[in-house]
């Protein structure tokens, strides 16, 4: 009798053992955006909606995931909404993708370190990103540093990523280069909306 179960257990690990794994087999949570946009996020980000149009999806350490986007020491990225891009812009006007996503009129803290305020200069990268099937988004990737107040030294370095889908009206900024961001964004999917953004 005992070798039978033996028999039936070597076959069923055999079995599974044999068994292809699913492509991604990560457990994923879904983030339902605007126009049918949804993102499959792995399940240890958190998504923090601080408002409509301002989502911060916390991806490592932060202190304060419920603060406003100059606020440092958060590995996060943003998905931002139309009002958030209706001000992205230095001193508050639209965000357009000519220049970087920075919605202040001073100089912003690093998202590093709080003593230091951040630089933003040209973008390096430009062109077009796949963001779920037929639909591209305009990709930029900004050149950032952090420096003194004091002295204007450079302290840091840092890229900003910014992928924009001017149809939806969806803009994703990114400070922190988060490893699996730029694949949840190609492998997102449209459920509603299939107009080319």
Request: proline fraction near 8%.
């Amino acid at each position: 009798m005992a070798k039978h179960y033996l028999a039936v257990a070597v076959v069923a690990a055999a079995t599974l053992l044999a068994a292809p794994l699913p492509v991604n087999a990560a457990p994923a949570q879904p983030l339902k955006l605007r126009g049918g946009l949804t993102l499959y996020l792995p399940i240890k980000w958190q998504v923090h909606r601080v408002s409509p149009d301002w989502i911060r999806v916390v991806t490592g350490k932060c202190a304060a995931p419920g603060g406003g986007f100059g606020t440092p020491g958060c590995d996060s990225f943003w998905v931002l909404g139309p009002k958030a891009i209706k001000e992205g812009n230095e001193l508050f006007r639209p965000y357009t993708g000519k220049r970087p996503f920075y919605p202040a009129t001073d100089v912003q803290r690093c998202p590093t370190n709080a003593k230091w305020g951040q630089r933003l200069g040209t973008a390096r990268v430009t062109g077009l990103r796949q963001v779920g099937p037929g639909h591209k988004a305009a990709y930029r990737e900004w050149k950032a540093t952090c420096v003194s107040y004091s002295s204007g030294e450079v302290k840091s370095r840092y890229t900003q990523r910014e992928w924009y889908l001017p149809t939806t009206r969806i803009l994703v900024v990114d400070q922190w280069n988060t490893p699996g961001l730029a694949d949840a964004l190609e492998n997102a999917d449209w459920r509603q909306a299939r107009a080319s953004s």
